[in-house]
C-alpha cells in the first residue's frame, strides 16, 4: 500500500491536490511538482492530518512559497500550505496574536491602524510562519525581537507552544523544534503614531522600489549577509554585504541560459522567463564559488533549496 494511501479528502476539511506543480505558486516560477498539496481548513484539520500520516512520509510546510527553490524534479511527500484561515490577527493587552498564513506586508499595514509598530514587515515578501522560521528583518529589525511564543502541530499531530526562550533566535535562524509546522505567534510590537508608522511605511516602500527588481520573478536577497554570522553590530559593514561582495566579482548581470543576477541588486537572481531550477541553481552555485575565489569569503544561502534534481 502506498505510503500516502492515508490521503483521503473524506477524512479531511482542507482541500487537497495530486501532482501539483509548484512552479504555479512559487514566486522564482520554478520546480516540478509535489505529491500532495494540502490546505488544512483549519487547526484540528491540521492536526488530523499529520497525526495519521506516517512518520516516514516527508512533510513539509511551504508558505507563500517565497523563499523556496524547488528543483525541477519536484518534492516526495505532501507540501502544506496554510491560507486564509490562518489569517488571524487578535490584538489583546498590547500583545497580537498572527496567524502563520498572514502576508507579512498585510500585518505591518493592519497594526499600523492600531497603533503598533511592526513597519519593518511591510517590504518582506511571504507569510509570517515564513518570517517566523527564518527570522526575517530589514533595517535593524528582527521579527524575532518581538516574539512572546509561537504555537504549531508537530509530525505526530500534537498541538504545542513555544516560548521564546526556547527558540535563541539568531540573524536568519532560530532552533525550532524538528518538523514542527507554526501556525501563530504571539508578538508584542512597539506602540506607535499611526502616522509615524505610515511615513515609517511608506519611506521603505520607495527605497525597496529603487533598489530591488520587485516587478521580476524572484525570491529576494538569495545569500546571507556574511557579518551577519559573526555579529548584528557588523551589520552596517559594506564590505560584507552579500550583493557587494558579488557586484566587487564582477557578476551584476551575469546570466546562465535564462537565469540572471539582477543589474539593480545583485543579491537577486531573475527568472527572465522559462528558466529552469536547475539553472537558478547552478548560477547560485557559480557565484558562491566565484566569491570564494576572490574574497575566501562562503556565501550561505538564504533561499531554501528542496526537492530532486
Known amino acids: 500500500m502506498s505510503k500516502l494511501a492515508f490521503v483521503n479528502q473524506n477524512k479531511f476539511l482542507g482541500s487537497i491536490n495530486y501532482s501539483f506543480p509548484l512552479s504555479k505558486i512559487s514566486w522564482l516560477k520554478v520546480g516540478g511538482p509535489v505529491d500532495v498539496l494540502f490546505r488544512p481548513k483549519n487547526l484540528e484539520d491540521l492536526s488530523r492530518f499529520l497525526f495519521l500520516a506516517p512518520h516516514e512520509v516527508n512533510i513539509m510546510p511551504i508558505g507563500a512559497c517565497s523563499n523556496l527553490l524547488v528543483r525541477d524534479g519536484g518534492l516526495s511527500g505532501v507540501a502544506v500550505k496554510l491560507g486564509g ?6 490584538l489583546k493587552d498590547n500583545q497580537v496574536k498572527l496567524g502563520a498564513g498572514n502576508f507579512s506586508s498585510k500585518v ?16 518582506i515578501p511571504g ?4 518570517a517566523i522560521a527564518m527570522n526575517a528583518g530589514c533595517y535593524g529589525n528582527y521579527i524575532g525581537d518581538y516574539v512572546e511564543s509561537i504555537e504549531g502541530v508537530n509530525k505526530s499531530g500534537k498541538i504545542i507552544q513555544v516560548s521564546k526562550e ?9 532552533i525550532l523544534p524538528k518538523d514542527l509546522i507554526i501556525t501563530s505567534v504571539i508578538v ?12 515609517k511605511m511608506k519611506e521603505m516602500l520607495s527605497k525597496r522600489e529603487e533598489t530591488q527588481p520587485i516587478k521580476k520573478a524572484t525570491c529576494g536577497s538569495t545569500f546571507k549577509n556574511p557579518d551577519g554570522k559573526s555579529s548584528r ?9 552579500a550583493w557587494n561582495l558579488i557586484d566587487r566579482a564582477g557578476l551584476r548581470g551575469k546570466k546562465l541560459g535564462r537565469a540572471m543576477v539582477s543589474d539593480q541588486h545583485p543579491n537577486f537572481l531573475l527568472n527572465l522567463g522559462g528558466a529552469t531550477a536547475q539553472e537558478m541553481e547552478s548560477l547560485g552555485e557559480y557565484i558562491r564559488k566565484s566569491v570564494y575565489k576572490k574574497y575566501k569569503v562562503s556565501l550561505d544561502w538564504e533561499v531554501i533549496r528542496v526537492g530532486r534534481k
Not at 484561515?85 to 487578535?90: R, V
Not at 505591518?108 to 517590504?123: E, I
Not at 526556547?166 to 535562524?173: D, G, I
Request: glycine share 6%; aromatic share 8%; hydrophobic share 35%.
Open 85 to 90: 484561515n490562518f489569517a488571524e490577527i487578535e
Open 108 to 123: 505591518a499595514v493592519s497594526l499600523s491602524q492600531k497603533g503598533y509598530d511592526l513597519s519593518f514587515l511591510r517590504t
Open 127 to 130: 507569510t509570517i510562519g515564513g
Open 166 to 174: 526556547n527558540l535563541q533566535f539568531k540573524y536568519r535562524s532560530n
Open 188 to 199: 508584542r510590537p512597539k506602540i506607535e503614531k499611526k502616522s509615524v508608522i505610515e511615513k
Open 233 to 241: 553590530l557588523m551589520e552596517d559593514s559594506i564590505n560584507l554585504k
